[in-house]
């Protein structure tokens, strides 16, 4: 299993986070650079997004409910909450996230150091891989239904 992880929320003391985690099935003849690439492309088509999919795109412009369905019948989908109070915090839920993968995809901007995690990990920039941007989502809906971000959302 590939698992594509991102956050929601700023690291910062006293603040609500939220990882968002997207796993696939590995299939062979196929990078972890394509996984999730139709799922992408569809869901930017509902959003009338362009460019890299966010989860802001998703909560402004297209059925929230509807795109949360169609990742989770491509996907396995994961999430943590948690109140931040330092950087073994998002180590601690990533660990809990990523069981059974072999390969774990983070945003680069995820982690401060390297945690042992007992999986191989490589860290990306989400805008040219579409599993990230697939956990952005996840990880934006976590942490705004979880932390009292519900206003203004289409159902």
Known sequence: MIMFVDESGAKS???CVALGAVAFEARYGTTYMELGLHLVERIKRMARAGGELKWSDVRRRADVGAVLRLISEAAEVRHAVFHYRSAEDVE???AGLVK????VVADNQLLAGRPRLGVRLIERGSRKVPG???A???AGFARWS???QRR???R
């Open 13 to 15: 003391p006293c603040n």
């Open 92 to 94: 601690r839920a990533l």
């Open 100 to 103: 059974g993968a072999v390969l």
């Open 132 to 134: 990230l941007q697939l």
């Open 136 to 138: 952005d989502v996840v």
């Open 146 to 148: 979880s932390c009292g």
């Open 152 to 154: 203004g959302l289409r």
